[in-house]
């Protein structure tokens, strides 16, 4: 109990601390493993407290996507200098962990703010915290758990309205000497039911930078980009 309670002092502090945090930097290396094949991304991934997140797609191929929390994103390639404007709200920056934690949302992953609403919570024997969470949204899954360990979230299971598993989330890694808690990897596993397989996308994150100095913070697209349908669809045919 006194170690819990020494965890949650220190998670606390840790919380108001990245309140305090303006800016935060992490790279990300991505694998994805689907129908036996593995590709690999990596790319930067810088964001705000406002919810502007800027991410820098290095490898395979080079763009820029700018999002914020309205769902208004573009995305620049510079190799063609073309632009695509959209405007979504699955676009919405609230969904990127890194605002998640950043804007102190970490105990619900930022589900409240997507529309869910807590339907219950429980500690089990072990000291785990199993948290449910449910939402009539469409294109939504209607129910979330996420269990957390000494406060911080460390699994997640999506399930649909007859309680099937839609896919599942494992979040490991803290440093907990930091002032910015964050995952250092991060492992997600979605079912298909219909193909009866599997895909998963494992990312490694490396220890985020608040110096909050990189000029890709401020990135804007050139005033000379030129309007294009989908600029990655010419980028991908150019790599061939």
Known sequence: MLRR??????LVLAALSAQAQKRVSVEAQIKNLADGKVTTVTKRILCDRSGRLVTVSISPSKFYLIQNLKGEAKLYVPS????YSMIDPMLSSDGEL?????SGHTDDLGLISMG???????????????????????NAAPQVDVVLKDYLPVYTEYKDASGNTLGKTYLSGYNLNSSFVFPSRVTEISYNREK?????TRTLYTVPDLSGTDPDFDYQVPKGAKPAENPLKRLKEAVK
């Open 5 to 10: 309670s020494l965890i949650s002092v220190l």
């Open 196 to 200: 009866k397989d599997s895909t998963v």
């Open 98 to 102: 890194l605002y998640i934690f950043l």
């Open 116 to 138: 869910y609403m807590l339907k219950s919570s429980d500690f089990d024997s072990e000291g785990y915290l199993k948290r449910t969470y449910v939402t009539k949204k469409q």
């Open 80 to 83: 063609s200098n073309e632009v």
